[in-house]
């Protein structure tokens, strides 16, 4: 399973870091998941310093857990296997540099039980893509959160609740949902759920069209909370507001063209 890293070693990643700009950066990539257990690939770099740089990674207790001596301007890369324990404290992981003139630098501290086990699922992105096949026009939908433990569930979920598909994607990558457009408009939503918290896109109209809408349940609205993402209010009819976090968009034949969607409450 691949996740999340530095931005100039994977590029199709996310970035995990502590400080915008630390003279001894920690990051991490989640390889694979187990029930109680993560491979973690942790990175360690200085990118201000040249070489050699040695690379010690810490543990809790400030136990030493491995080193390395780095020759070029590469981080230095620990494969390790983090299992769950009672005491959040002993999960957590720092690099200490040293130059050869003698200076040490340290990084941040990476909580990894908060990282891997206890984070909630953050800013949920959706986007639904129309797209006539040959076989007949289909409904796309890519769901991708910025943040959240592992594993994270995304459900393709109808107003009434119903889930007509499930994923479970490697971690750090999108669900991808296809699925073929019937006579009848449906209301969609994406949901993204670890074992911690769930989160859930705007209703969308299936298939898209002049009343195509973003729709906010009821009760949703009257108590004042709105999804996450840029706050948008109740508008006329024929007013509309772009939202960034669920869009859709039109994929025919003849080149995309994007439907801007209008807020409303879901009938």
């Not at 996310?14 to 029930?35: G, R």
Request: charged share 15%; with cysteine.
């Amino acid at each position: 399973m691949q996740a999340v890293g530095i931005a100039s070693i994977w590029p199709s990643t996310a970035v995990h870091l502590l400080e915008d700009t630390p003279e001894v950066i920690i990051a991490y990539k989640v390889l694979e998941v187990f029930s109680k257990s993560r491979r973690v690939l942790l990175t360690c770099h200085s990118p201000q310093k040249p070489p050699p740089v040695t690379y010690s990674l810490w543990g809790g207790r400030d136990i030493e857990v491995a080193k390395k001596v780095v020759r070029t301007r590469a981080p230095a890369s620990f494969n390790i296997s983090i299992t769950l324990k009672s005491r959040p404290d002993l999960l957590t992981y720092s690099c200490q540099a040293a130059f050869p003139t003698g200076e040490r630098k340290a990084s941040s501290t990476l909580q990894m039980y908060w990282e891997l086990w206890a984070k909630p699922i953050s800013q949920l992105q959706a986007v639904f893509t129309l797209v006539d096949s040959s076989s007949g026009p289909r409904m796309e939908l890519s769901c991708k959160v910025s943040s959240g433990s592992p594993p994270i569930t995304y459900s393709l979920v109808g107003r009434d609740g119903h889930v007509h598909l499930q994923q479970r994607p490697a971690y750090g990558l999108p669900a991808n949902f296809s699925f073929p457009l019937s006579h009848v408009s449906n209301w969609f939503q994406c949901q993204a759920k670890n074992n911690i918290s769930i989160q859930a896109s705007p209703l969308t109209l299936v298939p898209p069209g002049e009343s195509s809408s973003l729709c906010v349940q009821r009760d949703t609205w009257l108590s004042g909370q709105l999804p996450r993402g840029p706050i948008f209010v109740l508008v006329p009819p024929r007013a509309y507001v772009p939202w960034q976090e669920t869009q859709v968009t039109r994929q025919p034949r003849s080149g995309p063209a994007r439907l801007s969607p209008r807020v409303a409450l879901c009938p």
